[in-house]
């Protein structure tokens, strides 16, 4: 049945929901690559040392997640006729075509300052469409099913565009026999986005409405401050957004290194990771049944938790192609499991705005949703840099053979740190304060305050 958006409604139509999500799927597309691929794609195809390669990633990406806050603060505080949040979406469009072309075509002299350069220009166009954007998500409902419905459409375009990236190989090798991820998959990559980014931004600004803000105060970095020292939801939510970034940053900068070089399974990468995305993708309709049974809080944890259990098991796979059906089998259930991290999150911060907005009246969603990616940004930075340059102090060089212990050394790197930080996580997500019952009663009083203040004016 196609869902209809009326005025004084928090529904959307399917249309807009799909409108308001594309633009997730070419984000995706790249983002994925920009963490999980060019780092070392770089240092095995251009000047670039795998130590230089994760120190500067890791600057660059602090300084990126520094602008978070930034733009947060001027998302909030920007007024136009076409909202405070769709100019800075469209404004990303420029930074990101042009960052993503030149950083995803490097030549094989290309340096650490060719690198940084773009990498900073694209993080810009980032900042520009990933913090402004996240805010207008949650202001275009307060309904708690509702804005689930949002994060899993917004969710399940992000799986597809980082599926999208790995069938591309998987393509190629069929066309030409070669699945390897390699400069051609980027410039293809890089070519398609700069078709697709523009044609989704510019159409989720045409179809999809601006979003209701509830914000009676004038807004001041003092009140945002406020905020993070005494909302006790803010201060759990971006604790466990800390620790599984750190954790994730570890696993994004060596899992290619990992299944690719460790587990000498290059040219089946593509395939073990789209079988990842797949999976995600094609569980999501399950996801939508079995969460409204559950607080999302305790959904988010037991994935978590469950996921940092399984990772192990990959260490007891053979190497080689012997290892591709286990190791398939592994990412199947990982899949699953990891699906509902891509939306969860942003539906919990909505719900942790909305309690910060009934106890101080101000809507600070575009700092706050800054605030979680920043954290996210530093975390993935640091946990990333960390990883590389713990892999270089072991001795692992991915252009050569390896020793035992450098090998040990990308296996405890790669399994045991990230289980650590997951684990941590899970158990601070499962004592999360709002649940179910409580969102409904902060939805029962802010739309009580709305009706007063209607009355009033």
């Known amino acids: 049945m196609t869902r209809m958006h009326s005025r004084g409604s928090d529904r959307l139509s399917t249309a807009q929901l799909l409108a308001f999500g594309f633009p997730a799927f070419t984000h995706a597309m790249v983002a994925g690559p920009v963490y999980t691929i060019l780092p070392t794609f770089y240092a095995a195809n251009t000047a670039v040392s795998l130590a230089q390669i994760g120190t500067i990633a890791g600057i660059s990406r602090i300084i990126d997640a520094l602008n978070d806050s930034v733009m947060g603060y001027m998302s909030d505080k920007t007024q136009t006729r076409f909202g405070s949040r769709k100019p800075w979406v469209a404004a990303s469009i420029l930074f990101c075509v042009i960052g993503v072309y030149f950083l995803f075509t490097p030549g094989p002299q290309a340096t650490w300052l060719y ?5 900073q220009v694209l993080y810009t166009g980032f900042t520009m469409f990933e913090v402004p954007r996240a805010a207008w998500g949650a202001e275009l409902s307060r309904d708690y099913n509702e804005r689930a419905t949002i994060g899993m459409y917004v ?3 992000n799986i597809s565009g980082s599926l999208a990236f790995f069938l ?4 190629m090798g069929l066309l030409i026999g070669n699945s390897e991820i390699d400069a051609g998959t980027l410039r293809t ?8 980014m523009p044609l989704g931004v510019l159409l989720s600004l045409k179809l999809v409405p601006q979003g209701r803000k509830v914000d009676h105060k004038q807004l001041k970095m003092s009140d945002f401050l406020h905020t993070i020292r005494q909302s006790r939801p803010a201060q759990i939510f971006f604790g466990c957004t800390l620790l599984w970034g750190l954790g994730q940053g570890i696993v994004i900068a060596c899992v290619y290194i990992f299944y690719g070089v460790y587990m000498q399974l290059g040219g089946q990468f593509a395939m073990i990771m789209g079988a990842l995305y797949l999976v995600q993708v094609l569980s999501l309709p399950l996801w939508s049944r079995i969460l409204p049974r559950f607080d999302r809080n305790r959904v988010w944890a037991a994935c978590i938790g469950a996921t ?3 990772a192990p098991v990959v260490l007891l796979l053979p190497r080689g192609e012997a290892a591709l059906i286990p190791a398939l089998g592994i990412v199947l259930v990982q899949g699953f499991l990891t699906a509902p991290t891509n939306f969860l999150p942003g539906a919990i911060l909505g719900d ?3 309690h910060d907005v009934l106890k101080t009246g101000s809507n600070k969603a575009g700092n706050l949703f800054a605030v979680q990616m920043l954290l996210i940004k530093i975390a993935m930075a640091i946990g990333g840099a960390l990883a590389f340059n713990l892999l270089d102090l072991v001795g692992y060089d991915v252009k050569h053979e390896n020793s035992a212990a450098a090998e040990t050394g990308l296996v405890l790197i790669f399994v045991g740190m990230p289980m650590l930080f997951f684990l941590a996580t899970a158990i601070m997500a499962w004592n999360f304060p709002i649940t179910r019952r409580n969102q409904q009663t902060i939805q029962r009083r802010l739309e009580r305050r709305r009706l007063r203040q209607a009355a009033g004016e």
């Open 115 to 119: 690198f940084f350069i773009w990498a």
């Open 155 to 157: 969710g399940g375009f």
């Open 168 to 171: 591309l190989p998987i393509a």
């Open 189 to 196: 990559t890089a070519i398609i986005y700069a078709v697709l």
């Open 308 to 310: 940092a259990l399984i």
């Open 352 to 354: 942790v705005i909305d």
